[in-house]
Protein backbone atom coordinates (compact mmCIF):
# COMPACT_ATOMS: atom_id res chain seq x y z
CA UNK A 1 0.00 0.00 0.00
CA UNK A 2 1.08 3.62 -0.53
CA UNK A 3 0.72 4.57 2.65
CA UNK A 4 3.10 1.85 4.22
CA UNK A 5 6.20 3.41 1.69
CA UNK A 6 5.87 6.76 2.73
CA UNK A 7 4.77 6.34 6.20
CA UNK A 8 7.80 6.55 8.72
CA UNK A 9 7.94 4.29 11.66
CA UNK A 10 7.75 7.14 14.19
CA UNK A 11 4.35 8.49 12.27
CA UNK A 12 0.90 7.14 12.26
CA UNK A 13 -1.52 7.51 9.75
CA UNK A 14 -4.71 9.12 10.75
CA UNK A 15 -8.13 9.23 8.64
CA UNK A 16 -9.65 12.87 8.73
CA UNK A 17 -12.85 11.33 7.66
CA UNK A 18 -13.36 13.83 5.07
CA UNK A 19 -14.10 12.79 1.72
CA UNK A 20 -11.03 10.08 1.91
CA UNK A 21 -8.81 12.67 3.46
CA UNK A 22 -6.08 11.00 5.23
CA UNK A 23 -2.92 12.73 7.19
CA UNK A 24 0.55 11.51 8.75
CA UNK A 25 1.34 13.43 12.12
CA UNK A 26 4.07 11.83 14.70
CA UNK A 27 3.54 9.41 17.35
CA UNK A 28 4.19 11.48 20.03
CA UNK A 29 5.05 14.83 18.98
CA UNK A 30 2.63 18.13 17.59
CA UNK A 31 -0.84 17.22 15.98
CA UNK A 32 -3.26 19.36 14.84
CA UNK A 33 -5.79 20.54 17.26
CA UNK A 34 -9.50 21.55 16.51
CA UNK A 35 -8.68 25.19 15.97
CA UNK A 36 -7.26 23.79 12.39
CA UNK A 37 -10.50 22.28 11.34
CA UNK A 38 -12.65 25.31 12.49
CA UNK A 39 -10.38 27.65 10.71
CA UNK A 40 -10.42 25.91 7.71
CA UNK A 41 -14.10 25.80 7.56
CA UNK A 42 -13.79 29.47 8.07
CA UNK A 43 -12.24 29.92 4.75
CA UNK A 44 -13.56 30.92 1.76
CA UNK A 45 -11.59 31.00 -1.05
CA UNK A 46 -12.92 31.28 -4.69
CA UNK A 47 -12.48 29.03 -7.72
CA UNK A 48 -8.81 29.15 -8.96
CA UNK A 49 -7.56 31.29 -6.36
CA UNK A 50 -3.95 30.82 -4.94
CA UNK A 51 -3.86 30.55 -1.27
CA UNK A 52 -0.86 30.29 0.63
CA UNK A 53 -0.96 28.65 4.32
CA UNK A 54 2.06 30.02 6.70
CA UNK A 55 3.42 27.70 9.04
CA UNK A 56 1.52 24.36 8.01
CA UNK A 57 3.05 22.04 10.27
CA UNK A 58 1.21 18.82 9.19
CA UNK A 59 -0.39 20.11 6.19
CA UNK A 60 -3.57 19.87 7.41
CA UNK A 61 -4.88 23.06 6.59
CA UNK A 62 -4.26 22.60 2.91
CA UNK A 63 -5.69 19.21 2.93
CA UNK A 64 -8.96 20.33 4.41
CA UNK A 65 -9.18 23.86 1.86
CA UNK A 66 -8.23 21.53 -1.20
CA UNK A 67 -11.62 19.66 -0.15
CA UNK A 68 -13.50 22.89 -0.28
CA UNK A 69 -12.42 24.38 -3.14
CA UNK A 70 -11.36 21.69 -5.91
CA UNK A 71 -10.01 24.48 -7.90
CA UNK A 72 -8.03 26.53 -5.76
CA UNK A 73 -4.17 25.96 -5.72
CA UNK A 74 -2.87 25.94 -2.12
CA UNK A 75 0.92 26.79 -1.11
CA UNK A 76 1.60 25.42 2.86
CA UNK A 77 5.20 27.20 3.84
CA UNK A 78 6.72 25.24 6.75
CA UNK A 79 10.39 25.71 8.13
CA UNK A 80 11.05 22.97 10.17
CA UNK A 81 11.88 20.36 7.55
CA UNK A 82 11.04 17.26 9.10
CA UNK A 83 7.49 18.58 9.16
CA UNK A 84 7.58 19.86 6.03
CA UNK A 85 8.42 16.61 4.44
CA UNK A 86 5.86 15.01 6.14
CA UNK A 87 3.11 16.99 5.14
CA UNK A 88 4.55 16.48 1.73
CA UNK A 89 3.98 12.91 1.91
CA UNK A 90 0.53 13.37 2.98
CA UNK A 91 -0.41 15.40 0.07
CA UNK A 92 1.34 12.62 -2.42
CA UNK A 93 -0.83 9.73 -0.05
CA UNK A 94 -3.83 11.52 -0.82
CA UNK A 95 -2.90 12.13 -4.88
CA UNK A 96 -2.87 16.30 -4.66
CA UNK A 97 0.44 17.22 -5.91
CA UNK A 98 -0.83 18.90 -8.61
CA UNK A 99 -2.65 21.04 -6.26
CA UNK A 100 -0.71 21.42 -3.42
CA UNK A 101 2.69 22.38 -2.85
CA UNK A 102 5.03 22.25 0.69
CA UNK A 103 8.04 24.28 0.74
CA UNK A 104 10.56 24.29 3.07
CA UNK A 105 11.30 27.70 4.15
CA UNK A 106 10.97 30.52 6.91
CA UNK A 107 7.53 32.12 5.85
CA UNK A 108 9.08 35.42 6.55
CA UNK A 109 10.64 34.47 3.45
CA UNK A 110 7.78 34.20 1.64
CA UNK A 111 7.35 37.62 -0.32
CA UNK A 112 10.40 36.95 -2.04
CA UNK A 113 9.95 33.23 -2.61
CA UNK A 114 6.57 33.25 -4.05
CA UNK A 115 6.03 36.73 -5.01
CA UNK A 116 4.80 40.24 -3.45
CA UNK A 117 1.06 40.48 -4.01
CA UNK A 118 0.79 36.71 -5.62
CA UNK A 119 -1.64 35.27 -3.47
CA UNK A 120 -5.54 36.06 -3.48
CA UNK A 121 -5.64 34.00 -0.61
CA UNK A 122 -3.51 33.29 2.96
CA UNK A 123 -4.70 31.49 5.41
CA UNK A 124 -2.39 31.36 9.24
CA UNK A 125 -2.89 29.35 12.50
CA UNK A 126 0.15 31.20 14.23
CA UNK A 127 1.40 30.72 17.82
CA UNK A 128 -0.56 31.76 20.13
CA UNK A 129 2.04 32.32 23.17
CA UNK A 130 3.15 36.22 23.09
CA UNK A 131 6.90 36.68 22.50
CA UNK A 132 7.92 37.03 26.11
CA UNK A 133 5.54 34.91 27.96
CA UNK A 134 6.13 31.86 29.74
CA UNK A 135 6.83 28.95 27.86
CA UNK A 136 6.68 25.38 29.33
CA UNK A 137 9.15 22.70 28.81
CA UNK A 138 8.33 20.63 26.66
CA UNK A 139 9.23 19.53 22.62
CA UNK A 140 11.22 21.98 20.45
CA UNK A 141 7.77 21.50 17.50
CA UNK A 142 5.62 22.38 20.84
CA UNK A 143 7.48 25.51 21.39
CA UNK A 144 7.73 26.24 17.50
CA UNK A 145 4.02 25.81 17.16
CA UNK A 146 2.47 27.29 20.43
CA UNK A 147 4.67 29.68 21.03
CA UNK A 148 6.44 33.36 19.43
CA UNK A 149 9.67 31.67 20.02
CA UNK A 150 10.51 32.37 16.13
CA UNK A 151 8.59 34.55 14.84
CA UNK A 152 6.24 37.61 16.19
CA UNK A 153 2.94 38.62 15.33
CA UNK A 154 4.06 41.59 13.89
CA UNK A 155 5.84 39.71 11.70
CA UNK A 156 3.27 36.77 10.66
CA UNK A 157 1.41 39.99 9.67
CA UNK A 158 3.55 41.97 7.76
CA UNK A 159 4.30 38.34 5.42
CA UNK A 160 0.72 37.95 5.06
CA UNK A 161 0.45 41.54 3.63
CA UNK A 162 3.32 41.14 1.53
CA UNK A 163 1.61 38.18 -0.16
CA UNK A 164 -1.69 39.28 -0.50
CA UNK A 165 -3.08 40.96 -3.81
CA UNK A 166 -5.36 43.73 -3.75
CA UNK A 167 -8.83 42.34 -2.39
CA UNK A 168 -7.02 39.55 -1.33
CA UNK A 169 -8.10 37.55 2.04
CA UNK A 170 -6.34 36.72 5.17
CA UNK A 171 -7.73 33.84 6.87
CA UNK A 172 -6.14 33.94 11.20
CA UNK A 173 -7.32 32.15 14.16
CA UNK A 174 -6.38 33.91 17.48
CA UNK A 175 -7.08 33.83 20.99
CA UNK A 176 -9.24 36.83 21.92
CA UNK A 177 -7.73 37.80 24.67
CA UNK A 178 -4.82 39.06 21.88
CA UNK A 179 -7.69 40.77 19.86
CA UNK A 180 -6.97 44.14 20.18
CA UNK A 181 -3.32 43.60 19.45
CA UNK A 182 -4.55 41.28 16.48
CA UNK A 183 -6.58 44.02 15.14
CA UNK A 184 -4.41 47.07 15.18
CA UNK A 185 -2.10 45.21 13.69
CA UNK A 186 -3.81 43.98 10.66
CA UNK A 187 -5.14 47.57 10.37
CA UNK A 188 -1.65 48.42 10.42
CA UNK A 189 -0.59 47.19 7.42
CA UNK A 190 -3.98 47.87 5.18
CA UNK A 191 -5.65 44.69 6.03
CA UNK A 192 -9.72 45.57 7.05
CA UNK A 193 -10.71 43.21 9.54
CA UNK A 194 -14.06 42.40 8.14
CA UNK A 195 -15.71 39.06 9.37
CA UNK A 196 -15.38 37.67 13.24
CA UNK A 197 -16.58 35.01 14.56
CA UNK A 198 -16.39 33.74 18.32
CA UNK A 199 -16.05 29.95 19.24
CA UNK A 200 -17.13 28.89 22.71
CA UNK A 201 -15.94 25.52 24.14
CA UNK A 202 -20.00 25.35 25.47
CA UNK A 203 -22.36 28.56 25.85
CA UNK A 204 -22.08 29.45 29.18
CA UNK A 205 -18.24 30.23 28.80
CA UNK A 206 -16.25 32.89 27.41
CA UNK A 207 -14.80 32.66 23.92
CA UNK A 208 -11.53 31.17 23.94
CA UNK A 209 -10.93 31.59 19.77
CA UNK A 210 -11.55 34.00 17.46
CA UNK A 211 -11.85 33.55 13.27
CA UNK A 212 -10.87 36.58 11.65
CA UNK A 213 -11.14 37.07 8.14
CA UNK A 214 -9.20 40.75 6.72
CA UNK A 215 -9.42 41.98 3.48
CA UNK A 216 -6.08 43.99 2.08
CA UNK A 217 -7.54 47.40 1.23
CA UNK A 218 -10.94 47.22 1.95
CA UNK A 219 -12.90 50.00 3.54
CA UNK A 220 -14.25 49.57 7.01
CA UNK A 221 -17.14 47.23 7.62
CA UNK A 222 -16.93 44.57 10.19
CA UNK A 223 -19.50 41.90 10.39
CA UNK A 224 -19.77 40.03 13.52
CA UNK A 225 -21.10 36.59 12.40
CA UNK A 226 -23.33 34.44 14.92
CA UNK A 227 -21.27 32.64 17.91
CA UNK A 228 -19.78 29.12 17.05
CA UNK A 229 -20.39 26.40 19.81
CA UNK A 230 -18.37 23.28 20.08
CA UNK A 231 -20.11 21.89 22.82
CA UNK A 232 -23.52 21.67 24.80
CA UNK A 233 -23.49 21.61 28.10
CA UNK A 234 -23.59 18.37 28.44
CA UNK A 235 -20.60 17.92 26.61
CA UNK A 236 -21.99 16.07 23.54
CA UNK A 237 -20.65 17.71 20.11
CA UNK A 238 -22.86 20.09 18.50
CA UNK A 239 -24.39 19.77 15.36
CA UNK A 240 -22.29 22.17 13.69
CA UNK A 241 -19.08 20.68 14.89
CA UNK A 242 -19.89 17.47 13.68
CA UNK A 243 -20.85 18.91 10.39
CA UNK A 244 -17.36 20.19 10.37
CA UNK A 245 -15.36 17.15 10.76
CA UNK A 246 -17.48 15.40 8.03
CA UNK A 247 -16.74 18.23 5.47
CA UNK A 248 -20.43 18.70 5.35
CA UNK A 249 -20.44 22.45 6.71
CA UNK A 250 -18.73 24.06 3.60
CA UNK A 251 -21.76 22.56 0.70
CA UNK A 252 -24.02 23.70 3.57
CA UNK A 253 -21.91 26.87 4.23
CA UNK A 254 -22.54 29.09 1.21
CA UNK A 255 -26.12 29.57 1.62
CA UNK A 256 -25.98 29.66 5.11
CA UNK A 257 -23.43 32.39 5.68
CA UNK A 258 -25.76 34.43 2.89
CA UNK A 259 -28.64 34.19 5.62
CA UNK A 260 -26.21 35.49 8.63
CA UNK A 261 -24.92 38.59 6.61
CA UNK A 262 -28.55 39.41 5.89
CA UNK A 263 -30.05 39.12 9.42
CA UNK A 264 -26.57 40.81 10.93
CA UNK A 265 -27.15 43.60 8.81
CA UNK A 266 -31.17 43.34 9.14
CA UNK A 267 -31.94 43.15 5.05
CA UNK A 268 -33.44 40.12 3.45
CA UNK A 269 -32.00 41.18 0.34
CA UNK A 270 -31.01 38.28 -1.76
CA UNK A 271 -29.04 40.47 -4.21
CA UNK A 272 -25.20 39.76 -3.96
CA UNK A 273 -22.68 41.91 -4.90
CA UNK A 274 -20.61 40.91 -8.25
CA UNK A 275 -17.61 41.59 -6.36
CA UNK A 276 -17.60 39.75 -2.82
CA UNK A 277 -20.39 37.50 -3.48
CA UNK A 278 -22.32 39.23 0.03
CA UNK A 279 -26.00 40.80 0.13
CA UNK A 280 -25.93 44.24 -1.65
CA UNK A 281 -26.72 46.07 1.45
CA UNK A 282 -23.98 48.83 0.90
CA UNK A 283 -23.29 51.62 -1.07
CA UNK A 284 -21.59 50.63 -4.53
CA UNK A 285 -18.72 52.39 -3.52
CA UNK A 286 -18.38 50.68 -0.55
CA UNK A 287 -18.21 47.52 -2.50
CA UNK A 288 -14.47 45.92 -2.49
CA UNK A 289 -14.44 43.08 0.38
Not at 72 to 91: F, K, N
Not at 276 to 281: F, M, V
Request: hydrophobic share 40%.
Amino acid sequence: MASDTLRRSEERLDDLQNHGLKIFQKKDGFRFGMDAVLLAHFCRPRPRDRVADLGTGTGILPLLISRMEPTAHLIGIEWQRPMAEMAERSVRLNSLQERITILCDDYRNAPLVLGEASMQGVVCNPPYGKRGGAIPSDTQEHRLARHETACALSETIAACAALLCCLGRLWMAFPPERALELLDGLRAHRLEPKRIRMVYAKASKAPYLMLVEAVKHAKPALLWLPPLIVYHEDGTETRELVDLYAGRAHAQGLAAHRRQVRQAKGTDSGRVTAETGEPDTVPSTERDG
